[in-house]
């Protein structure tokens, strides 16, 4: 069974322009679809879609059923988005990985509201220590956060939950250094081929044809309010 299918899928705003149509994608198991295209052109739209955070047009099925089947926040669990920059939160990492454990327990039927484990907590915590977030920035309010801590706390969320099978990433290394860039594109594609996680596929946009090479194993581009895939990385 295919694991995420999108079938003629568009978006178009309140007031009415269309961002794109007609988009088509099936993803299996092992994909790193890198979606590129020039900026304005619908890329982020397309992965809010995809983790159902936006109205859209056309049909997702994710393992054979759909998003509402699921209910959207356990759904979102599932296919995860990750933010270029987070919404400017209240509160801090901390505050926030504690609520999204809270689903993560609920998807697990566990039917408590405090049924968090420590596991929940030290993953997320451990992925980030690995790239360079010190512990003491979990406490930290997300507005005193600089671009690439933001960025490096909540990758290590989106991964280190575990709950994810696709992870929509949006430019996730795009406030990185390059050596900081290569050390969590690594950490990203080998959770990817682990079978400790439950990660099946990503979806990645880059700016970064560099990145495309490096991470991509298919190649969507969108351009003129569609998508099309192409064999190779775009030059
Ligand atoms: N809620 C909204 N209301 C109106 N227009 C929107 C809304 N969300 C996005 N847009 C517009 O839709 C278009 C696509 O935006 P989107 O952020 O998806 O582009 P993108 O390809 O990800 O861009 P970038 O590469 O610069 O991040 C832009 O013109 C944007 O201004």
């Known amino acids: 069974m295919d694991l995420l299918a999108v079938h003629d899928l568009g978006c178009t705003t309140e007031d009415g322009s269309q961002i794109f149509s007609g988009v088509e994608l099936t993803l299996h198991e092992g ?13 982020t739209t397309f992965l809010k879609c995809l983790a159902h955070l936006n109205l859209y047009s056309g049909h997702i099925l994710f393992c054979g059923k759909t998003p509402k089947s ?42 408590r509201k405090d ?10 915590l451990k992925i980030a220590s690995s790239w ?22 909540a990758l290590a969320i989106g991964l280190g939950l575990d709950t994810a099978e696709v992870l929509l990433l949006d430019e996730p290394t795009s406030a990185l250094d390059q050596d900081s860039c290569l050390i969590v594109e690594r950490h990203i594609l080998d959770a990817l081929n682990s079978s400790e ?3 099946k596929a990503i979806v990645w ?22 998508s099309y895939e192409e064999p190779s990385p775009p030059v």
């Open 31 to 43: 994909d790193v679809v890198v979606v590129q295209g020039k900026s304005g052109c619908g890329k």
């Open 70 to 111: 699921y209910g959207a926040p356990i759904y979102r669990t599932k296919v995860a988005y990750v933010p270029q920059r987070p919404p400017l939160l209240p509160g801090t990492p901390r505050d926030f990985l504690a609520t999204a454990s809270l689903f993560k327990s609920r998807r697990k039927g566990k039917g």
């Open 115 to 124: 049924a968090r484990s420590s596991e929940d907590f030290e993953h997320p």
């Open 132 to 153: 360079g977030i010190d512990s003491q920035l979990w406490d930290r309010e997300w507005t005193n956060l600089s671009g690439g801590e933001t960025q490096r706390i």
């Open 197 to 199: 996680n439950p990660l």
């Open 205 to 226: 946009i880059t700016h970064s044809p560099e990145q495309a090479s490096r991470v991509g194993t298919r190649f969507l581009q969108f351009t003129g309010g569609s």
